[in-house]
């Protein structure tokens, strides 16, 4: 594995390429990522305690586990497109992604003194919105200063600095309630810092890159524009948020797989945040290569054959075998989905649209997976507490077996052809 730094390309640059013709990594890929790093070590270091925080020291039930599991997954999809169409309309979406980065590490503030479900679903609603201002025009900047036949290495690379964070967070949580048993108001203070640090970083280190021409050059692009808005609504795009979104409404949150694996195998409480560490370690070991194998064969096959390791996932959680076997299946399972769609989505996302919608375009996808496991979310924790948690599993499993069949019919054009 390797990241070689360049400067920023611009779409006039020839295609650059490292020692032996290896492509190479933009610079502000990198610090991205650093800046992803970081975050995802305050966001998971907490998603890592809130099953547990919420079932056992707060006292509530699977429901309304499952409520706020939905709004930490779905909330977001308010801000996303409004966040993306302003960093297209403004041009300059370094300003827009800090300002959600901002908003969510003072969310963490309120972490450290929320004690009911009211309160808990504020601050994770302020949390999540702050992601989804971030998250498209963050991409924009990832895709802007990226070499189009490197797309899905370059969010590849950045998912796999975003997933060491987001295995040092849960690590970091575990050996916080291991010094200090029920020391969540630690956890939620070390995950302050490490966002406030996230965003310093974003400030001063990322370059202040333009994503749209001067003002002489669009008005030269009108029609290019309209046709590039187009692209939105229509063909192609269109076919990418059918089938991300009839996949999105059947995945439900991890905390319910680890919350089933925890029951079977009787984890003690300090041991849980290691089953997102072992996620996230093979989301990292497999974020590069799969962004390879996307740029290569097509990134729709490669989004679709994730969606097959989160089926082997639920079931592997719902079935009795050895525990030990299942606990890694499942993780490794979980973390090759990550890794086959987290990225990959946004690039597809990015081949399907025009410079001047690029952030539009990918925030579209990510709102709809985000409302639909929004609605996934609360819709399994009442299937949970109806019927048990195997159960509930298998049934998920069934559906989404029939939701990745009617992806690759809505996908078929895309399917036969390749990335750029």
């Known amino acids: 594995m390797?990241?070689?730094?360049?400067?920023?390309?611009?779409?006039?640059?020839?295609?650059?390429?490292?020692?032996?013709?290896?492509?190479?990594?933009?610079?502000?890929?990198?610090?991205?990522?650093?800046?992803?790093?970081?975050?995802?070590?305050?966001?998971?270091?907490?998603?890592?305690?809130?099953?547990?925080?919420?079932?056992?020291?707060?006292?509530?039930?699977?429901?309304?586990?499952?409520?706020?599991d939905g709004l930490?997954?779905?909330?977001?999809?308010?801000?996303?497109?409004?966040?993306?169409?302003?960093?297209?309309?403004?041009?300059?979406?370094?300003?827009?992604?800090?300002?959600?980065y901002a908003v969510a590490a003072v969310a963490r503030i309120g972490l450290l003194f929320a004690s009911g479900f009211g309160a808990l679903a504020a601050v994770l609603t302020a949390d999540r919105i702050g992601k989804g201002l971030r998250t498209a025009p963050r991409d924009a900047l990832i895709a802007a200063a990226s070499d189009p036949d490197s797309r899905g290495r370059a969010f590849g690379v950045h998912r796999m600095l975003d997933n060491i964070g987001a295995a040092i967070g849960p690590l970091l949580a575990f050996v916080i309630l291991w010094a200090v048993p029920d020391g969540y108001d630690v956890v939620f203070a070390v995950s302050l810092a490490c966002a406030m640090i996230g965003v310093l970083i974003l400030a001063v280190l990322v370059p202040n890159m333009r994503t749209r021409p001067p003002v002489a050059e669009r008005a030269e692009r009108r029609e290019e524009r309209?046709?590039?808005?187009?692209?939105?609504?229509?063909?192609?795009?269109?076919?990418?948020?059918?089938?991300a979104g009839i996949l999105?409404?059947?995945?439900?949150?991890?905390?319910?797989?680890?919350?089933?694996?925890?029951?079977?195998?009787?984890?003690?409480?300090?041991?849980?945040?290691?089953?997102?560490?072992?996620?996230?370690?093979?989301?990292?070991?497999?974020?590069?290569p799969l962004g390879r194998a996307a740029d290569r064969i097509g990134r729709a096959r490669v989004f679709v054959l994730g969606h097959l390791a989160?089926?082997?996932?639920?079931?592997?959680?719902?079935?009795?075998?050895?525990?030990?076997?299942?606990?890694i299946l499942c993780l490794a399972f979980l973390g090759a989905f990550y890794a086959a769609t987290d990225g990959?989505?946004?690039?597809?996302?990015?081949?399907?649209?025009?410079?001047?919608t690029?952030?539009?375009?990918?925030?579209?996808?990510?709102?709809?997976?985000?409302?639909?496991?929004?609605?996934?979310?609360?819709?399994?924790?009442?299937?949970?507490?109806?019927?048990?948690?195997?159960?509930?599993?298998?049934?998920?499993?069934?559906?989404?077996?029939?939701?990745?069949a009617a992806a690759v019919v809505i996908l078929r054009p895309l399917l036969r052809t390749v990335a750029p």
Do not use: C, H
Request: proline share 4%; aromatic share 10%.
């Open 2 to 68: 390797y990241i070689s730094l360049t400067n920023t390309p611009t779409p006039s640059t020839p295609r650059q390429r490292g020692p032996r013709g290896v492509r190479t990594v933009s610079s502000t890929v990198v610090t991205l990522g650093l800046v992803s790093l970081l975050t995802d070590v305050s966001s998971e270091s907490v998603s890592a305690v809130l099953p547990l925080y919420v079932t056992g020291m707060l006292g509530l039930s699977t429901i309304a586990f499952g409520l706020l």
């Open 72 to 100: 930490y997954q779905g909330v977001s999809a308010l801000v996303r497109i409004a966040g993306g169409y302003t960093s297209d309309r403004v041009g300059r979406p370094k300003w827009i992604a800090f300002g959600g």
């Open 226 to 243: 309209r046709a590039a808005w187009a692209t939105l609504r229509r063909g192609p795009f269109r076919r990418v948020l059918a089938a």
């Open 248 to 288: 999105g409404i059947v995945t439900i949150g991890d905390g319910f797989v680890y919350l089933a694996l925890q029951g079977r195998n009787d984890f003690a409480a300090q041991w849980f945040p290691l089953l997102y560490v072992g996620t996230n370690i093979a989301f990292l070991a497999l974020a590069v």
């Open 310 to 327: 989160l089926l082997a996932a639920y079931v592997v959680a719902a079935l009795a075998i050895d525990d030990l076997v299942a606990t």
């Open 344 to 356: 990959v989505l946004a690039a597809l996302a990015a081949d399907l649209t025009g410079p001047e």
């Open 358 to 404: 690029r952030a539009t375009g990918i925030a579209a996808a990510q709102t709809v997976v985000a409302l639909a496991r929004f609605g996934s979310a609360a819709l399994f924790g009442v299937l949970w507490f109806a019927v048990g948690r195997e159960s509930a599993l298998l049934i998920a499993a069934g559906v989404l077996a029939a939701a990745v």
